[in-house]
């Protein structure tokens, strides 16, 4: 009887040892599968050299456009991205496949509207991107792409004069995107009637801090180009609406601002806006409602890509009825 008591406690010891065994085995499998840790992940050698941000020029009907995509690895293998057309915001791509060096991915129209997706399709040309965009309408453009600079900037700027862009009596130093303009300055109000052209600054800047005031009518919309490459949105978004990248005082697509900061249509507003290298700080009527923050690519609306070079600034016109009584620019030395 003794001995048979034994015997079960000797089994039941080796079952126990056992099933801890395979338990331990299963946790340690379970742990290998679920590494999230971006530090331990080896970069696909096919893919290694097409990971970063790209400025893209599209030829569309002789035209050169600026575009934008942006290519990331997700987990161990797929990739991942975003892409900004010449029109638009900042959209997410879920799958970018990969097969014989060339990579290709579809997205879905936004505000072009219509069926169907865009197919964007490229490779690696030596250090450069080359390719095809097809529209889901069946046209087919042709893109290069270089690898986006990172503006990174050794130490802070020492700001220079401040210079009054507008004059408060004509239109001087700004130029006009088309023939269809309707910017006229009215007692000292630098005033857009309706959606015609853009103005745009006869100077260029590299780094700066401007200040501007406007107002906007119930229902407008309008946005101000920092270097012609990056939006900072004007629209007569609700008080109460959450604060996205495509509402007031966002970076077009990009950035939310922390909060609403709007006080409505047909009020004079004011925003302040610093931007050194990528990192862009905005200040809305006295809120910091961006601190900092670094501005990934060229927005929709852009004049280029070229984001290495010095832009003008510019005032979407082509939306709605905007007005500016004071835009003063101070540029880093």
């Excluded at 338990?23 to 331990?40: G, I, T």
């Excluded at 002789?62 to 990739?79: C, H, M, Y």
Aim: hydrophobic residues 35%; contains cysteine.
């Amino acid at each position: 009887m003794i001995k048979q008591f034994a015997s079960g406690l000797a089994f039941t010891a080796l079952l126990s040892m056992s099933l801890t065994s395979c338990n331990q085995a299963k946790e340690e499998k379970k742990a290998e599968e679920e590494v999230h840790n971006p530090a331990s992940q080896t970069i696909p050698e096919e893919s290694k050299d097409l990971l970063g941000r790209w400025d893209l020029t599209v030829d569309k009907k002789g035209t050169a456009v600026p575009s934008w995509i942006e290519i990331k690895l997700s987990g161990f293998a797929t990739l991942v991205g975003a892409w900004v057309g010449d029109s638009g915001s900042n959209r997410p791509i879920s799958h970018i496949k990969l097969a014989d060096g060339k990579f290709s991915f579809a997205i879905p129209p936004q505000w072009e509207g219509g069926e169907g997706d865009f197919v964007i399709e490229g490779e690696l040309a030596g250090s450069e991107l080359k390719g095809t965009i097809t529209s889901n309408t069946g046209e087919k453009y042709t893109f290069t792409g270089v690898k986006a600079p990172y503006l990174v900037r050794e130490k802070a700027p020492e700001w220079g004069t401040p210079i009054e862009l507008f004059n408060g009596k004509d239109l001087t130093g700004w130029k006009a995107s088309n023939d269809k303009s309707q910017w006229a300055v009215k007692d000292g109000i630098l005033t857009n009637a309706g959606a015609g052209a853009n103005l745009i600054t006869e100077q260029t800047f590299n780094d700066f801090k401007l200040s501007f005031e406007f107002r906007y009518p119930e229902g407008s919309n309008s946005g101000v180009y920092l270097r012609g490459r990056y939006e900072v949105q004007i629209e007569d978004s609700p008080k109460d609406k959450h604060p996205g990248t495509l509402f007031f005082g966002a970076i077009y697509g990009f950035l939310s601002p922390n909060e609403m900061a709007t006080l409505g249509a047909n009020e004079w507003q004011k925003f302040d806006v610093t931007l050194v290298g990528r990192l862009v700080t905005i200040v809305a009527n006295g809120k910091t409602i961006i601190s900092n923050q670094e501005i990934p690519g060229i927005t929709g609306g852009a004049l280029d890509s070229k984001e290495g070079e010095a832009g003008p600034i510019y005032i979407q016109g082509d939306h709605g009825p905007i007005e500016f009584r004071k835009i003063t620019l101070t540029p880093a030395k």
